[in-house]
């Protein structure tokens, strides 16, 4: 069982950055995918960013060109940076493995854009 913890989200003002960071609790060489998605108040939970392992990333349309996902596997370690933020992009950001078939989550971290 592969077990996340997220660290990274706060409250930023519009136009600002912030990056999220993801640890897995084993070697994440060979998890097949990893990313992040993010479920805001009252909104379906949508899929922000994934990573394949040695593949091309994927973002949603809304955060393409300022959000960048990427891997660190020395360190166990997804990351996401996150630039120009939106109040739109306030949620509550979860990172998530697909390894072996099954889905892992991490405990969800809040990012909040306001002024």
């Known amino acids: 069982q592969v077990q996340l913890v997220e660290s990274g989200g706060g409250l930023v003002q519009p136009g600002g950055s912030l990056r999220l960071s993801c640890t897995a609790s084993?070697?994440?060489?060979?998890?097949?995918?990893m990313g992040w998605y993010r479920q805001a108040l009252g909104k379906q939970r949508e899929l922000v960013a994934s990573?394949?392992?040695?593949?091309?990333?994927n973002y949603a349309d809304s955060v393409k060109g300022r959000f960048t996902i990427s891997r660190d596997n020395a360190k166990n370690t997804v990351y996401l940076e996150m630039n120009s933020l939106k109040p739109e992009d306030a949620a509550v950001y979860y990172c998530?493995?697909?390894?072996?078939?099954?889905?892992?989550w991490g405990q969800g971290t809040q990012v909040t854009v306001s002024s």
């Open positions: 084993e070697s994440i060489f060979r998890i097949y995918d």
């Open positions: 998530y493995a697909l390894h072996r078939g099954y889905h892992y």
């Open positions: 990573k394949p392992s040695g593949g091309s990333p």
